[in-house]
């Protein structure tokens, strides 16, 4: 089985060009200023040809793809289940 796949942006080298969000709508969208914003977690197998694909046609070679553990991508969606959605305050 092949390790799961994140996708990373090198924010210094990215232009803003929006190409990856073309091509890979999915997991990757636009800010106010036309950077990309990426999907948490690994890339689902089913998009993996497309994200290989934006990261071919990144124009400065600012995407890429990188190997996780599989126990690592377990573990951080488990993180993200279990933080909580807003923040309470006890008194005493």
Do not use: K
């Not at 060009?17 to 914003?37: F, H, N, S, V």
């Amino acid at each position: 089985m092949a390790p799961a796949q994140t996708l990373f942006i090198d924010r210094i080298a990215c232009d803003g060009a929006g190409l990856c969000a073309e091509l890979l709508a999915e997991l990757i969208a636009l800010d106010d200023w036309g950077y990309p914003m990426l999907a948490r977690g690994p890339v689902p197998a089913e998009l993996l040809g497309h994200a290989r694909r934006a990261v071919d046609a990144c124009p400065v070679l600012a995407l890429r793809l990188r190997a996780v553990a599989a126990t690592t991508a377990v573990a951080s969606r488990d993180a993200e289940a279990a933080r909580p959605t807003r923040l309470t305050t006890v008194r005493r």
